[in-house]
């Protein structure tokens, strides 16, 4: 069985394509960064997993999935290669997102806002866990 749930943070805001042809598909791509359990050196360590969704899923997440946010995946892991403009064969290792959800609550998000922001300053402009502000808007929770 090809199964995987994680849960993380968004390391950017999702980048959506469309798909061309008569049956236009959205396709949205982000990483999660999913936290170690054990942690060397007494520094927090994660991996960082990409992620790809289609169709209403993707467009869901272009909509209210942003970077910093804690969310919750379910899929499968899809490996596969092609070879780079430079001959060089590269391969890739995604999960294919069957279900997605928000894995915090408002309330959760805004207490959490300034530490995030502060990690992110402390990385050293990395960006990672920078939440913009005003998203609260647009999300249904």
Same mark, same amino acid.
């Given at each position: 069985?090809?199964?995987?749930? +994680?849960?993380?943070? +968004? /390391? ?6 469309? #798909?061309?042809?008569?049956?236009? +598909? ?18 927090? /360590? ?7 969704? $289609? ?16 969310? #919750? ?47 992110? /300053? ?5 960006? $990672? ?9 647009? +999300?249904?929770?």
């Amino acid at each position: 069985m090809n199964k995987v749930i +994680l849960v993380g943070r +968004l /390391t950017k805001d999702p980048e959506v394509r469309y #798909s061309g042809g008569e049956n236009t +598909l959205a396709v949205a791509r982000y990483t999660i960064a999913v936290e170690r359990r054990f942690k060397r050196d007494g520094e927090p /360590t994660a991996d960082f997993i990409p992620c790809v969704v $289609f169709g209403r899923s993707a467009e869901f997440a272009e909509k209210y999935f942003r970077q910093g946010m804690r969310v #919750s995946v379910s899929g499968r892991i899809q490996t596969g290669s092609y070879t780079n403009k430079d001959g060089m064969k590269v391969y890739t290792t995604d999960v294919i997102v069957e279900e997605q959800e928000f894995a915090e609550s408002r309330t959760e998000r805004e207490a959490n806002r300034g530490v995030h922001q502060q990690a992110a /300053t402390k990385e050293a402009g990395n960006g $990672f866990m920078n939440i913009p502000e005003g998203i609260d808007e647009e +999300l249904p929770f």
